[in-house]
């Protein structure tokens, strides 16, 4: 199995407290492989969490006031959980149709991972993504500076600091230097 026979890349992005803090802002996009159109997506935050990071409270926050709301960070996190389930598919601990992604996957995303399995520990320990694929890994390998700017590379605008946005813009970062040339 190679990863040019994936069907759909699966990419999401947290915003958090910090970068060791919880996750309290969550965007997810499906991309059709063969078009690099994405085809579905997932967005919330938590309603009235309180952000202690400075950071976080300064460049983050204003970014997201339209986004859909939920009660707490564990209502985000089981909507986030059912919305992953839908593209997950099967027993098997590796699904052979979708390329997970995060960009840059630690410590924000893999935490908030463990902290969704880490909800119903017995039903989802064998659930999480796996492999979970870094973009900032694969630019890496690709020659190109982490840095690089993934809205321009993959020609998607988008709110800066959005994590709808930036699921998106790296997901098609991904598409367009693995998938682009085939396309």
Known sequence: MSIESKKLIF?????????????FAVGAVIIDVETGRIINEFSGC???????DKFTK???VKYLKEMPRYGSVQALREAFWQFYMKYRTGEERQNREIVFLA?????VEARFLRDCVLDDHRNRKFQAPFPLIDLATVLFMKGYENHLNRRAFSNCPG???????DAAASGLTFWKLVYAANA
Do not use: M, Q
């Not at 938590?46 to 202690?52: F, H, L």
């Open 11 to 23: 990419s999401f992005d947290i915003e958090s407290d910090g970068l060791y803090g919880e996750g």
């Open 58 to 60: 300064e460049n983050i």
């Open 46 to 52: 938590v309603e009235s969490y309180k952000v202690t």
């Open 159 to 165: 709110r800066k600091h959005h994590p709808l946005d």
């Open 103 to 107: 960009d840059n996957c630690a410590p």
